[in-house]
Every structure is written in structure tokens, then in C-alpha cells.
């Protein structure tokens, strides 16, 4: 008898089994007739507490990480909306992506918001430009929106990070389809972000030339150190315990190759010390 | 949430095992103790299913559960390989593509497929040898491959249709290892999706028709495009020569 099978099964029946199980939502009493059917069809009584731990891993968790991400959204959204405002773009094109992307970063805030309500409880947090500090501490002082090069970093970087926050939370995720697949669906939107903010400063004059769509090992692309840890981690050749690298018909698969073929992850943790500097 | 009648007749309960069902049902049957027998089926609904017949009437039958799912991205990977493999190899290649920056993104994105490639190859055979497709033999038009325009365009198909794949797929895998492989490798192909639409016209990275569906690339909820296995299998039908099956692959 495989658990893991009865846990998904249940869920397909019920998509909202681990909601159920709240006991804050007075739903214990069912809790405990649900236990002794259990009994009854002779499934050991751990399956009790396994449940209760699942439910205990999964509405919270679904709330925390989609209120983390909210905070990640808020935080790009509020950027791109200074940013595309801004004159100093020298195509008309880079400030159309900007543009792009800002509402793209809205329309996710207010997904998210609207998400975050569907669970219910407590309304979803509201953030305002006032919450983030566009000099990171200090370290940019005003360049972020005065110094193209630097507009187009800053952007770099929370894309790259939101890609890596997204991919990181998705597993959490995996017992509520509905906000697996819209969580997938906004990181691939933040990859598609991060790969025009990179050609963009791949092509700008004076630019990064070697710079690519993709993240090669941990090359942060020039930007200062303090914002390595968005690319610690990204070096890495082997997955799932499969070497990536190697020769393969003749096409010789490199580390740089092998790290840029997959991205990684970052936890909650990794990634509210990258972004703390921007919150004010 | 749909109100439901306050009695549920029995026939009605079995058919409704099937089908996903709201709250109220679900404790009502929980109440009824037919919870119980339902989850004792599903107890017993183990990976029982080793043979994958790969015969000329069923096609390459790509299995259920989270090796179907790994079979179904390997096969995708496969076509995608073989797509820039032959891009890049092809004698003009330089002539089609005068720029080293666009010849350097062709074989990065070559690479990394072939990478993807590889990579599920290893791991279904360390994971379920039995279970694991044969190599596909690849379909691409000779129309596919004459000019920068018809090869970016091929190029934006498979890769659009990559990312919807996988997202669209990750629900439907068990195992968060799985998922969590499945999303290293989802961003990359968007990475390699928005380049390619920018080399067609730039700025189009996540705006526009999506192309391989109704719709633009990203909704106006700022999602990108999620599509079912059987959505992406009719798509991707062409440019393979074997018959995909995806038809024991879950959908939940």
C-alpha cells in the first residue's frame, strides 16, 4: 500500500482535502470520522498524522509562499513603474519592454492578491512604493533610475532572482494544483523577462557583449558583488545525480553548457537576503 | 463552489468517485464510510504498469504516472535536439546566419537541449529501465530548415511549446524531485522562447500571439501559456516519424 498513492488519490477526489483538515476551520470533528473509516479499512492509524502533517505543510505553506511572492511582485512592479517612467532609455524599444514587463508585474500582483484571498483569512498584504528603497541601503545611491546601465541591472537582477524564487517555492506547491501551475506559469514569464533584460544589455552600446539569455556557472554579469548570491549555486554540472557534462553524438556538452542548461533554485531564505537591501 | 442536492443517491456516489468533487460531497461520503473503500483502491493503485508496448498499432506508448511524464518531456527534448542539431550542422549555416551572436545562441540553445536530452535519458534508465521510449526519429520538413526566418519560426514553435509543456505538466507529476528537475529545465526553455522571438522581432520575448494556441504568449493575468500533454503530443505529432502516445499519461 503506498501512502504517497492515497494522499493523491484522496486529493483527486477532493481537491481540497488538506483545507478540510483545518482545525481552525472547525472541520477537526471530520477529521476524527475520517480516522476511523480509516480504521476500518484497515489502513494504519499513522496515516492520521500523516495527513494532519501534509495539511500542516500545505495551507500554510500555500499562503506563505504566495505572500512571499507578492512581496517579489510588489517590488518588481514598483521598479518597472519608475523605470519605464523614466527618459533616459536611448531606444524607444527599451522602454516599451519596460513597459511590457511593468504590466506584466502588475498583472501578477494582482493575481497573486487575488489568490491569496481565494484561501481566506487574512487580506492579502499591500505594499506601496514607500516600502522598497530603490538605493539598496545605499549601495546604488541614485543611479537606479539615472544611470541606464545600472536601471538595466537592477532589472537583471530581480528577474534572475524571481526566476530562482519561483522555481525554488514550486515544490511546495505540489499538492495544490491550481496554484502549482499558475506559480509555474508566472516563472516562465519571469525567465522570458530575464532573457530580453539580458540581451538588452548584451546589445546596448558600450554593453556586455559576452553577456547571454542565460546564466553561464555563476557569472553575475557584472554586477557588484554584493549581488552574487543571485547566481551562487547556478554552476552547478550534475542533476539528479546525472553528470550533465560529457560528449554526446559527437556534441560536446561543457560546464558552461551543462550550468546554463538548467537553472536552480533558491529557498524563501536565500532570496529575502538578496532582495533585503531593496525593502525599506 | 456549485450547490449540491442534500441526498446523494448511491449510484451517483460510485460515478462520482471518478469525478473530482466539492467539500460537502466529499465529507458526506467520508460519512458514508465509501471513503474508505475508495481509498483502499487507491492503496492498491500502484505503478503497475512495466509494460510499455512500443508496437506499430499503439505507436511509442510514452506510460503513465511521473514516468510517463518524464518520457513525454524526453520526447520533446528529443525533437527539440534534433531540431538545432541539424541547424546547426547545416552547410550554410553561417550564410543564413551572418551574425556571431545569433550563430553563438543557436548553439548554446542546441546544447542545452541535447543536455535536457541526455538527461532524462540517464535518469528514466537509472529510474525505470524498463519503462523508458526508444530515441524518436525526427520529422522536420526540408521547409523547416531553408532560411534564418523558417528556422526561427520552427525554433519559437518548439520552444513556446516546450515551456507550455512543462508548465502545463508539472501538476500532473508526484514526485516534488521531479517537479523541481522539471522547473530547472522550464525557464531555460523560456529563456531560449523569448531570445528566439526577439531574434524574429524584437521585444516580442512575452507579448504577441502565442502561435501554438489561441491567444496571446501571456494572458492578461501575466500568466504564460500551460498546455495538456494531448494539447502539446497533436502539436508536436508532426515533426516526429513514430506515433506518440500519451494516452495512459495522467491528467491530473
Given amino acids: ?41 484497515a489502513i494504519p492509524l499513522a496515516f492520521g498524522s500523516m495527513l494532519n502533517k501534509a495539511y500542516g505543510q500545505n495551507t500554510t505553506s500555500v499562503r506563505e509562499v504566495l505572500e512571499f511572492a507578492l512581496k517579489l511582485e510588489n517590488l518588481e512592479y514598483y521598479f518597472y513603474k519608475r523605470a519605464a517612467d523614466t527618459n533616459i532609455f536611448p531606444s524607444a524599444a527599451g522602454k516599451t519592454a519596460f513597459g511590457v514587463i511593468r504590466d506584466h508585474e502588475e498583472d501578477h500582483v494582482n493575481f497573486l492578491r487575488q489568490a491569496i484571498t ?14 522598497f528603497d530603490w538605493t539598496a541601503k545605499g549601495l546604488l545611491g541614485n543611479a537606479t533610475f539615472t544611470n541606464y546601465g ?13 526566476v530562482r524564487a519561483y522555481k525554488g517555492a514550486a515544490p511546495a506547491l505540489i499538492s495544490n494544483d491550481a496554484v502549482l501551475q499558475a506559480a509555474l506559469q508566472i516563472h516562465s514569464v519571469e525567465a522570458r523577462h530575464a532573457a530580453h533584460l539580458r540581451r538588452m544589455r548584451r546589445d546596448m552600446a558600450n554593453g556586455m557583449a559576452a553577456l547571454k ?3 553561464t556557472m555563476k557569472d553575475s554579469g557584472g554586477l557588484p558583488p554584493e549581488f552574487q548570491g543571485i547566481y551562487d549555486g547556478e554552476e552547478v554540472t550534475t542533476q539528479a545525480g546525472v553528470n550533465i557534462t560529457g560528449t554526446f553524438g559527437g556534441i560536446t556538452i561543457d560546464a558552461n553548457a551543462a550550468s546554463e542548461a538548467f537553472d536552480e533554485p533558491l529557498t524563501v531564505a536565500q532570496v529575502t537576503s538578496i532582495v533585503a537591501p531593496f525593502l525599506a | 463552489m456549485a450547490k449540491l442536492p442534500t441526498s446523494v443517491p448511491e449510484q451517483e456516489v460510485l460515478q462520482g468517485l471518478k469525478n473530482p468533487l466539492n467539500r460537502r460531497s466529499f465529507l458526506r461520503y467520508t460519512g458514508a464510510g465509501l ?39 524526453y520526447a520533446l527534448e528529443q525533437l527539440e535536439a534534433a531540431f538545432y542539431t541539424a541547424v546547426v550542422a547545416l552547410p550554410n549555416f553561417s550564410t543564413l546566419f551572418t551574425s556571431a551572436t545569433e550563430r553563438q545562441v543557436l548553439t548554446d540553445i542546441r546544447n542545452h537541449e541535447v543536455a535536457h536530452r541526455e538527461f532524462f535519458k540517464a535518469a528514466i534508465t537509472a529510474a525505470a529501465p524498463t519503462q523508458i521510449i526508444p530515441g524518436l526519429t525526427p520529422n522536420l520538413p526540408a521547409s523547416a530548415l531553408v532560411s534564418r526566418a523558417s528556422i526561427l519560426a520552427t525554433a519559437k514553435t518548439f520552444e513556446d511549446l516546450g515551456v507550455a509543456a512543462y508548465n502545463g505538466a508539472g501538476k500532473l507529476l508526484t514526485s516534488a524531485a521531479f517537479l523541481g528537475i522539471a522547473g ?26 502565442a ?9 492578461a493575468n501575466g500568466l504564460d501559456v500551460a498546455l495538456t500533454p494531448t494539447q502539446v503530443l497533436m502539436a508536436a505529432q508532426p515533426f516526429v516519424k513514430e506515433t506518440l502516445n500519451g494516452s495512459n499519461l495522467p491528467t491530473t
Fill in chain 1, 1 to 41: 500500500m503506498n501512502i504517497f498513492n492515497i494522499l493523491k488519490e484522496v486529493e483527486k477526489v477532493d481537491p481540497e482535502v488538506f483545507d478540510r483538515l483545518d482545525p481552525r476551520r472547525e472541520v477537526f470533528k471530520h477529521f476524527g470520522g475520517f480516522g476511523k473509516k480509516l480504521v476500518a479499512a
Fill in chain 1, 118 to 131: 481565494g484561501l481566506g483569512g487574512a487580506a492579502p498584504t499591500t505594499y506601496t512604493d514607500a516600502n
Fill in chain 1, 150 to 162: 545600472t536601471m538595466l541591472a537592477v532589472a537583471q537582477a530581480f528577474e534572475d532572482t524571481g
Fill in chain 1, 213 to 215: 539569455p542565460w546564466i
Fill in chain 2, 35 to 73: 471513503a474508505a473503500s475508495a481509498i483502499l483502491l487507491a492503496g492498491c493503485d500502484d505503478d503497475d504498469d512495466s509494460t510499455v508496448g512500443n508496437n506499430m498499432t499503439e505507436g511509442v506508448n510514452l506510460g503513465s504516472g511521473d514516468v510517463g511524464i518524464l518520457n513525454y518531456a
Fill in chain 2, 184 to 209: 530547472k529545465i522550464v525557464s531555460v526553455e523560456a529563456r531560449h522562447a523569448a531570445e528566439i522571438r526577439d531574434m524574429i522581432e524584437n521585444g516580442t520575448f512575452a507579448s504577441g500571439p
Fill in chain 2, 211 to 219: 502561435g501554438i494556441t489561441g491567444g496571446n504568449i501571456v494572458d
